[in-house]
């Protein structure tokens, strides 16, 4: 297919750079305009390009004419249309729940030789709404800024797809993009589906579980940090990730998890997971040896298919959390300094007393064992196309599993603390209801959930994304620098 659509011209010069006459350069157009949409709208005008074409919703439009009345290379247009016949490289930054409606609407508009992209965060209904609805003669070069529009996007990983297009159109898109100094990645709509599934899906679905226990507080009206629970070290990426992902609209989340076949599959994975490793606990902690040694190893095993013996090459790597004393700077909440030592003993353990309350980690525990019994080596897709939430997240997942002081730790907590008893029961029932929930495949029903427990958050969202922007940039640093002498490494053996 590219080999024909090396035949179709494009309408401008693949070359061309923000520094070219504004006579030379493309008219870039941006359909949707929310935040990922405005994100990209404010990136290329700093960079320079002169012709941008952007338009919303028609009842947004007077608000972004007001929004963008000073900035004179960005034209706001009143819908589709006019942004798609005019412009040279068309981007649809719409909810895949809304892309096929939304394509049909203006595809039929699409300026002849245009090259057109879409933002959605699962492509195969992105992929089926191009085809159906653009003219054979646009090009598809497609693309998807993994990251939120509050991330900074350098060095992100951006995918761009060569569905059916020449090597031209393909060139041109790197430049226009090129600005964001994101790190490009050449995947096929197939493969950035099955990435996103296994770097996303199942990290936001531990999230969105994870928000019940605390949601369980709100009788209360306070916060369980704010108690003293869940507050240092481990605890400080759960939580602020847990809030970060909140501060998000619904619809970011709700395509990848209803619309992508794997997504479902790991999301009901990942609530067996949770289910019987709680019943587990609950068998080891009130019955004998066997049935607490048959807990410990199968979370031993997990631990084993995912991160190998202590021997092999990816205990070699250096991790990829900071230490949990950094970790406490981004904490919402601050660490009791003596109710550790008044806490009754379970039963004696050969460890000295920890840091951190200790609890069962049961969030960490069911991702490991989802991922072995999957069979996904989380660490294939960490430096092709991870998602900073992603990246820090099995962080936390290493620095749990590969510390035996740690893992031990956990695993006698989950046997015999009480404390976490309930807090883990919400989990479970929270998780195998979201699985359910995604099982519907009713985007309204997600919506309506995400939406009743946001509102539990609302009023920490600026707080939590100062804190949380700061911890994910430290990490992101220390993964880049890592990656740089790995490779500097590499190139020398």
Request: aromatic share 10%.
């Amino acid at each position: 297919m590219n080999q024909y659509y090396d035949t179709i011209p494009i309408n401008v010069s693949p070359n061309v750079t923000p520094s070219s006459p504004v006579e030379d350069q493309p008219t870039i157009g941006l359909i949707g305009m929310g935040g990922m949409g405005r994100m990209y709208a404010h990136a290329l005008c700093l960079a320079g390009w002169k012709k941008i074409y952007v338009c919303d919703l028609p009842e947004k439009f007077s608000q972004l004419k007001e929004d963008y009345a000073d900035k004179p290379t960005i034209r706001v247009m009143r819908d589709g249309h006019g942004v798609a016949r005019s412009s040279d490289f068309i981007v649809y930054s719409v909810e895949a729940e809304f892309i096929d409606r939304v394509v049909a609407l203006f595809g039929p508009s699409t300026k002849m030789h245009a090259i057109v992209a879409g933002q959605t965060s699962v492509k195969a209904p992105e992929r089926a709404a191009f085809e159906k609805h653009l003219p054979d003669d646009a090009h598809i070069i497609s693309c998807h800024s993994l990251h939120g529009p509050t991330v900074n996007p350098v060095g992100q990983p951006l995918v761009l797809i060569r569905h059916r297009g020449s090597k031209d159109a393909l060139t041109l898109v790197e430049n226009i993009l090129r600005p964001l100094r994101s790190r490009h990645v050449y995947l096929s709509y197939e493969e950035h589906d099955r990435v996103t599934a296994n770097t996303q899906a199942v990290t936001h679905a531990a999230f969105l579980i994870l928000s019940f226990l605390f949601v369980s507080w709100s009788c209360a009206k306070s916060y369980p940090w704010e108690q003293g629970l869940y507050v240092g070290g481990i605890e400080t990426a759960k939580v602020n990730l847990t809030l970060r992902i909140y501060s998000n609209a619904w619809h970011v989340y709700a395509g990848l998890a209803i619309l992508n076949p794997a997504a479902r599959i790991q999301i009901d994975r990942y609530a067996a997971s949770a289910t019987e490793l709680f019943k587990m606990m609950l068998e080891g902690g009130s019955g004998g040896d066997a049935e607490k040694r048959r807990f410990r190893e199968r979370v031993e095993w997990g631990r084993k298919v995912v991160f190998g013996d202590a021997s092999g090459e990816e205990r070699k790597r250096r991790p990829i959390l900071l230490s949990e004393d950094v970790l406490d700077r981004f904490s919402l909440g601050k660490t009791p300094q003596t109710s550790l030592s008044l806490l009754p003993p379970t039963e004696n353990c050969a460890h000295p007393p920890p840091k951190y309350r200790p609890n069962s980690h049961l969030s960490l525990l069911a991702m490991v064992d989802c991922w072995a019994h999957l069979s996904i080596n989380p660490y294939i897709h960490l430096q092709l196309a991870a998602t900073p939430i992603f990246r820090l997240f099995l962080g936390v997942a290493e620095h749990l599993f590969l510390s035996p002081h740690l893992l031990s730790t956990s695993i006698h907590s989950a046997l015999f603390d009480t404390w976490h008893r309930a807090d883990d029961l919400e989990f479970v029932c929270a998780a195998r209801g979201w699985s359910q929930c995604i099982s519907f495949g009713i985007f309204e029903v997600y919506r309506k959930r995400f939406e009743e427990t946001r509102a539990f958050f609302e009023g920490r969202f600026e707080e939590v994304g100062k804190l949380g922007a700061e911890m994910i940039k430290a990490v992101m640093e220390s993964e880049v620098r890592r990656e740089e002498e790995e490779s500097f490494l590499a190139r020398d053996k």
